[in-house]
């Protein structure tokens, strides 16, 4: 009886380990998948703030260029040289 006992005993320990074993290798090559995509998608996303940094300063750009059409829109006109009428001589 005791030798039986001890024989399930060892086999159900041996399954055991050999099962928590298989897990702990899944575990790590889940853990190793999710890190590339998690850089993956980190890499994805410091393109898009890259993107986003050119198109800021394109538009900063186009709004002096904006800015700077109106101010010499708005400023007054140079006058002429004035002409002689022939009151003034």
Known sequence: MRNTFAVALMLAASLGLAACDKKSEDKAQDATQHAEQAQEKMSEAQ???ND???ENAEAAKAQAESNKAAAEEAAPAVPAAPVATPESK
């Open 47 to 49: 393109d898009k703030v």
């Open 52 to 54: 986003a940094a050119k």
